[in-house]
């Protein structure tokens, strides 16, 4: 028995949105509340899936099924497909369980023909909307289904334009669209050394087969990424009968949002164009007029469509983002979806349904993504600045982007991934520009609308956009944008407002981001809600400031060795490591003693009342001392030029010890626990200069920090009870010294696999355990971060070897075992022993999930990201609680 994958729209329903997709589970339940939509079925997902497990090849029985759905939906609609007298024309179009706005293909007027075009112009009273529609079928089914590029098709008609002097697409006569019709027919040909198919049922499953074939394109595949969205889900397609928003004036198309997706005000939001298909819309090439203008101009289908705008909001019980058609005054829903947003649209939404009584604070905290909330951390237009916008568009995407201007996606991706800060620049975004928009701070578009692709994109990714910009002038060949008298070349500065729609020849400065009160009152729903401390990693006092208030519970990770780097401090450590005997290394760490306490009393001061855990020195000492071969060479020079010999004998000492601690794998090598080791004079300054500073915090302030001091790398017991004692020693002396106490903790960062699998017997001399996920990856993995990045982990994605980076999110199935584990003995050793998380991952909501789950006390990670910690840490123990029951 073969299975099912066809299902006509009356038979499905929102809950089979995995099998359906979601443009077809959206439909189905539309059409089951009673809300006007077309008629059609849905091929499910699991074709789609098995279509491409079978290398393009039909699961058995699929073309019988739709073949059967098929003349089911002509029997309702009393038309057929191809009929000359009542032809039926339908639309092939894509529909993932996760949306993704433009990144898949739709093929629309499938069915017109030579032979169906007099019934439709007949039928319509309108020639030219019959023609219309013929020659967008035949350019959207040559590009999608045949593969012929965009501009053959646009050039012949802007050729058409220019020569008949009209500048839109809706000032062509019916005699105009006729010929570029016969245009089309003969360009498509010679791009395919021969006549394609005119058998509309042929047609059709090879339109089928072209969006099974688009779940697969490059677009999609950057799409899915940039959203964590598995490539294994498939697309459903929805084929659906025909509804026309471009048969003449009293006809339109749109798209509109239940709330506004850019600031989440519970207003009017959308856009529409008269006598258009929904793909012009979306597309970008023409600039829509908002939707409050469709009230004066269709005033029975506004009416119509306000109501079921708020009828699907309160059903769905989310903000919608909904697609419609009106044909001849008539109302039709083609599409109803949860609303992409920005992250400020979704804590505003989520706040106003729990205050509207619509949701649950529960239910609202797991409609947030965490990791959206990235984008309201981001600077903004300094309001200060003396710069006249020079362009003004609609503010599309909230947000400030200043970088150089590109108007090319390809540079973009690439300059972006190199670390460059670019300004996308196009007449309007297609899909095949993701790339360039994933790598870009912002977009800025001559045509479309707040809901095209690229503004939809862009509000998705926390991109700033700016589109439809009026009077600015793009030539792609001598990549210049020209707006009155100003030039902007590529390269030159530009700023984008996404929040005001304006746009700045100049690089403006910015102001760091403002959390309101939307964020922080969801933010406490999280913070009731959520198990795991939220700490962060902070080397000085500004990042300590900024965490502190985004949130921060304590600091997991303050790294010393970036105290080491100053110009002030390098001489003392060059002067430390050329040192022959221990009284000459304790004379020169002596003099980096006080600089050390004045960066820990800075920390100490702003979190003063929280836990702060420093990590003793971690690197090797090579790090702090100049490249061997530059060494060389300054000392070859010196010998052959110099005419102090002083001066020249202290730098071949300095060689000598470069050539010394030269390592072939530094990282692995004397750094850590066993540059203490070998120099017990560092962590004895440092404890000095930990708990000096702590003291004069509390003598100041009258209150300090709870200290934790952490020794990295150890793999053996041994190597911590040496350190701790040297720790405790020097405690004990400055304790004397100052007559007075402190409680410090004593513990070490778990980031070496055997460290890992002995943590029982390494707890026996911990006060606590914090796991240093970065490197525990590194060596678990056997591979080095930095090389991996820029070389084979590229590839080992692409081609699924890994579903996902191990140095964004954790490896739950190696280093998640060995986190588990450690958590597991450690504290059956000592039942007291704390325990958290200092690497990136602390940030990572995947990550945070795991932490919960295995039982960790907090998790630290960057200032940024101590808000979306905190989410990720509630819904966290929402899904382990529901997913218990």
């Given at each position: 028995m073969t299975?099912?994958?066809?299902?006509?729209?009356?038979?499905?329903?929102?809950?089979?949105?995995?099998?359906?997709?979601?443009?077809?589970?959206?439909?189905?339940?539309?059409?089951?509340?009673?809300?006007?939509?077309?008629?059609?079925?849905?091929?499910?997902?699991?074709?789609?899936?098995?279509?491409?497990?079978?290398?393009?090849?039909?699961?058995?029985?699929?073309?019988?099924?739709?073949?059967?759905?098929?003349?089911?939906?002509?029997?309702?609609?009393?038309?057929?497909?191809?009929?000359?007298?009542?032809?039926?024309?339908?639309?092939?179009?894509?529909?993932?369980?996760?949306?993704?706005?433009?990144?898949?293909?739709?093929?629309?007027?499938?069915?017109?023909?030579?032979?169906?075009?007099?019934?439709?112009?007949?039928?319509?009273?309108?020639?030219?909307?019959?023609?219309?529609?013929?020659?967008r079928f035949i350019q959207m089914y040559g590009e999608v289904v045949e593969g012929i590029d965009a501009h053959v098709y646009e050039d012949a008609l802007t050729a058409l334009k220019e020569s008949k002097g009209v500048e839109s697409d809706t000032d062509l006569s019916a005699d105009d669209l006729k010929g570029l019709v016969d245009t089309f027919k003969k360009l498509s040909n010679e791009q395919l050394g021969g006549n394609w198919t005119t058998d509309p049922r042929e047609q059709l499953m090879r339109a089928v087969d072209a969006v099974f074939r688009s779940w697969l394109n490059p677009r999609a595949f950057v799409y899915r990424k940039a959203n964590k969205i598995s490539d294994d889900?498939?697309?459903?397609?929805?084929?659906?009968?025909?509804?026309?928003?471009?048969?003449?004036?009293?006809?339109?198309?749109?798209?509109?949002?239940?709330?506004?997706?850019?600031?989440?005000?519970?207003?009017?939001?959308g856009e529409f164009l008269q006598n258009a298909q929904g793909e012009d819309v979306v597309a970008g090439i023409r600039t829509p007029k908002p939707l409050a203008q469709m009230q004066e101009i269709l005033p029975d289908a506004y009416e119509q469509l306000t109501a079921t705008m708020k009828k699907m909001e309160a059903h769905y019980r989310d903000m919608q983002d909904?697609?419609?058609?009106?044909?001849?005054?008539?109302?039709?829903?083609?599409?109803?979806?949860?609303?992409?947003?920005?992250?400020?649209?979704?804590?505003?939404?989520?706040r106003d349904l729990v205050d509207e009584g619509v949701i649950s604070k529960e239910e609202a905290l797991m409609r947030i993504e965490p990791g959206q909330l990235d984008q309201l951390l981001h600077e903004a237009i300094d309001p200060d600045h003396s710069e006249q916008p020079v362009a003004e568009g609609l503010p599309a995407s909230p947000g400030a982007a200043v970088g150089e201007a590109v108007f090319d996606a390809d540079i973009a991706a690439e300059r972006g991934a190199a670390g460059d800060r670019v300004v996308l620049i196009r007449f309007e975004t297609t899909p095949d520009d993701i790339h360039g928009v994933l790598q870009s701070q912002g977009v800025l578009t001559a045509h479309g609308g707040m809901t095209s692709h690229a503004a939809v994109v862009a509000r998705g990714m926390g991109k700033p956009c700016v589109a439809g910009a009026r009077g600015i002038k793009i030539d792609y060949e001598a990549r210049t944008l020209t707006v009155g008298d100003t030039v902007i070349e590529e390269g030159d500065p530009i700023t984008l407002d996404g929040s005001t729609g304006e746009v700045f020849a100049a690089a403006l400065p910015l102001i760091p981001p403002q959390i309101n009160a939307d964020f922080q009152e969801v933010l406490s729903w999280a913070d009731e809600t959520r198990r795991l401390g939220v700490w962060a990693n902070a080397d000085n006092a500004t990042d300590a400031a900024k965490a502190r208030e985004l949130g921060a519970e304590g600091i997991g990770l303050c790294r010393t060795e970036h105290m080491f780097f100053g110009a002030d401090r390098l001489p003392a450590m060059h002067e430390m490591i050329t040192a022959e005997?221990?009284?000459?290394?304790?004379?020169?760490?002596?003099k980096i003693l006080p600089m050390q306490q004045e960066d820990f009393e800075g920390v100490f001061?702003?979190?003063?009342?929280?836990?702060?855990?420093?990590?003793?020195?971690?690197?090797?000492?090579?790090?702090?001392?100049?490249?061997?071969?530059?060494?060389?060479?300054?000392?070859?020079?010196?010998?052959?030029?110099?005419?102090?010999?002083?001066?020249?004998?202290?730098?071949?000492?300095?060689?000598?010890?470069?050539?010394?601690?030269h390592e072939q794998n530094p990282m692995l090598g004397t750094r850590g626990v066993r540059l203490a080791m070998l120099y017990p004079e560092i962590p004895d300054m440092q404890a000095r200069a930990i708990i000096r500073a702590a003291l004069a915090v509390l003598e100041r302030e009258g209150e300090t920090v709870d200290l934790?001091?952490?020794?990295?790398?150890?793999?053996?017991?041994?190597?911590?009870?040496?350190?701790?004692?040297?720790?405790?020693?020097?405690?004990?002396?400055?304790?004397?010294?100052?007559?007075?106490?402190?409680?410090?903790?004593?513990?070490?960062?778990?980031?070496?696999?055997?460290?890992?699998?002995?943590?029982?017997?390494?707890?026996?001399?911990?006060?606590?355990?914090?796991?240093?996920?970065?490197?525990?990856?590194?060596?678990?993995?056997?591979?080095?971060?930095?090389?991996?990045?820029?070389?084979?982990?590229?590839?080992?994605?692409?081609?699924?070897?890994?579903?996902?980076?191990?140095?964004?999110?954790?490896?739950?199935?190696?280093?998640?075992?060995?986190?588990?584990?450690?958590?597991?003995?450690?504290?059956?050793a000592k039942s007291s022993l704390g325990l958290g998380v200092c690497g990136e991952h602390g940030g990572d909501p995947d990550s945070v999930h795991f932490f919960n789950q295995v039982g960790l006390d907090y998790v630290s990670c960057s200032p940024f990201r101590v808000p979306i910690a905190r989410f990720a840490a509630a819904q966290a123990v929402i899904e382990q609680r529901d997913g218990a029951k």
């Open positions: 299975d099912r994958y066809v299902y006509d729209l009356s038979e499905g329903s929102a809950e089979m949105k995995p099998l359906l997709g979601g443009k077809g589970a959206g439909v189905a339940e539309m059409m089951r509340v009673g809300v006007p939509v077309p008629d059609g079925f849905t091929i499910t997902t699991q074709a789609c899936v098995e279509t491409m497990n079978r290398k393009g090849e039909w699961p058995d029985g699929l073309d019988e099924q739709a073949w059967a759905g098929l003349q089911r939906l002509e029997e309702r609609t009393g038309r057929k497909l191809g009929d000359p007298g009542k032809p039926l024309l339908v639309s092939v179009r894509s529909g993932a369980i996760i949306s993704m706005p433009g990144m898949m293909d739709t093929i629309l007027n499938l069915g017109i023909s030579d032979e169906t075009v007099p019934a439709i112009a007949r039928e319509s009273g309108n020639e030219r909307f019959a023609w219309d529609c013929y020659r889900l498939g697309t459903a397609v929805n084929v659906m009968q025909m509804v026309f928003g471009n048969r003449g004036d009293d006809s339109a198309t749109g798209v509109c949002f239940t709330r506004n997706p850019a600031t989440g005000a519970n207003e009017l939001y909904m697609e419609f058609t009106v044909e001849n005054g008539k109302l039709y829903l083609l599409q109803t979806r949860n609303g992409k947003r920005t992250a400020a649209a979704a804590l505003k939404v989520a005997t221990p009284e000459e290394r304790k004379t020169a760490v002596d001061t702003a979190m003063k009342g929280l836990p702060v855990t420093v990590r003793l020195l971690d690197p090797p000492l090579h790090e702090f001392l100049p490249s061997l071969v530059e060494q060389s060479l300054k000392v070859q020079e010196m010998e052959l030029t110099s005419a102090d010999p002083v001066h020249t004998d202290k730098e071949r000492r300095l060689l000598a010890q470069v050539k010394k601690l934790h001091i952490m020794i990295p790398l150890v793999f053996t017991p041994v190597e911590l009870a040496t350190q701790r004692k040297i720790v405790e020693d020097c405690l004990a002396e400055e304790f004397d010294r100052a007559g007075r106490r402190i409680d410090v903790e004593i513990g070490t960062m778990i980031e070496l696999p055997r460290a890992a699998l002995t943590a029982d017997r390494i707890a026996e001399v911990a006060d606590f355990f914090s796991f240093g996920t970065n490197d525990l990856t590194q060596t678990t993995l056997g591979i080095s971060r930095d090389d991996a990045e820029n070389g084979f982990l590229t590839e080992y994605l692409r081609t699924k070897v890994l579903k996902q980076n191990p140095f964004a999110s954790i490896d739950v199935d190696g280093v998640g075992q060995l986190v588990s584990g450690a958590v597991e003995k450690g504290r059956a």
